[in-house]
C-alpha cells in the first residue's frame, strides 16, 4: 500500500502542512498558499503524519506541552545544534538568542542562531516561536510576528495547567 507523504492541519493561525514517511516527519511548516477548500488529508498519510497531527490537535487544545515525533533533520551542525537545544525550551518560557548561543557554547552567536531559527522546518515542534530579543520584545520569527505572539498567549494561558 502506498502512503501520501504529507497532510494539512488547519490551526487558528494558519494551515500547517506536515511531510514524512513511516521513517520520520521532514517538515512541519505554515503554508500560507494553502486552499481553503482543499483536501486537509491526502490519500492516506502514513502513521508518522497522523501521529503529528492528533499531537498537533492536543497542542492546540491545551492538552500537550512537548512532542514526541521523530523528526528527519537536514541542517549543518551548527543549526542541528541550535534546533537541539531550542527543542529543550519550557512550554510558555521564552529565552533570548544570546541565551541559546551560550548554550551551544558560542557567546558571539546570537545573530548566527537567528538564521538557525529562520531555518527550522519544524515549527511548535521545534519551538523558535519561544525566543525572544534581548529586551524582551517579539523579534525575528520567520512565520510572521502574529503567529509568535498568538503561540506565547496560547502557551501563557494553558501553563497553569
Not at 528527519?72 to 533570548?96: C, H, M
Not at 551551544?104 to 537567528?114: K, L, Y
Amino acid at each position: 500500500m502506498t502512503y501520501e507523504d504529507h497532510a494539512y492541519y488547519k490551526s487558528e493561525i494558519g494551515f500547517i502542512r506536515i511531510e514524512g514517511s513511516q521513517e520520520g516527519l521532514t517538515s512541519v511548516e505554515f503554508d500560507d498558499e494553502k486552499e481553503e477548500s482543499a483536501d486537509m488529508l491526502c490519500g492516506k498519510p502514513c502513521s508518522t503524519i497522523l501521529d503529528c497531527v492528533r499531537q498537533l490537535e492536543e497542542y492546540f487544545s491545551g492538552k500537550r506541552k512537548e512532542f514526541d515525533l521523530d523528526l528527519r533533520f537536514e541542517g549543518t551542525a551548527f543549526q542541528k545544534n541550535v534546533w537541539k537545544t531550542l527543542y529543550d525550551i519550557p512550554y510558555g518560557k521564552t529565552v533570548s538568542y544570546g541565551y541559546i548561543a551560550d548554550k551551544i557554547g558560542n557567546s558571539n552567536a546570537a545573530r548566527a542562531v537567528g538564521n538557525a531559527n529562520s531555518k527550522n522546518r519544524f515549527v511548535i515542534i521545534i519551538p523558535c516561536h519561544r525566543v525572544i530579543g534581548a529586551g524582551g520584545e517579539l523579534v525575528g520569527y520567520a512565520k510572521g510576528l502574529y503567529r509568535k505572539e498568538w503561540l506565547l498567549n496560547h502557551e501563557m494561558k494553558f501553563l497553569q495547567e
